[in-house]
C-alpha cells in the first residue's frame, strides 16, 4: 500500500482540506480583529479629542467667569 492509499483509505485528504480551509479562515479573522482593533482605537483617539476640547471650554468659562466676579 502506498502512502496515498493510506491516505485514502482513513480520509486524510479531505481532513487536510478540512483544516487547509479552517487555517484561512482563522488567519481571515485574525485579520479582521485586528482591523477591528485599529478601528475601536482610533474612535477612542477622536473620543479623547472631543473630551480634552470640552474640558477646555469648561476651563475657558471658569475663567472667563471669574474675571467678571473680579470686576
Given at each position: ?27 481571515a479573522d ?42
Amino acid at each position: 500500500m502506498t502512502y496515498v492509499g493510506i491516505f485514502e483509505e482513513v480520509d486524510l485528504q479531505d481532513k487536510v482540506k478540512k483544516l487547509k480551509k479552517e487555517l484561512r479562515k482563522i488567519r481571515a479573522d485574525k485579520t479582521r480583529g485586528q482591523n477591528d482593533l485599529e478601528r475601536i482605537i482610533e474612535e477612542q483617539r477622536k473620543e479623547i479629542d472631543t473630551l480634552k476640547t470640552e474640558i477646555d471650554i469648561k476651563e475657558f468659562e471658569i475663567d472667563t467667569l471669574k474675571k467678571k466676579h473680579e470686576l
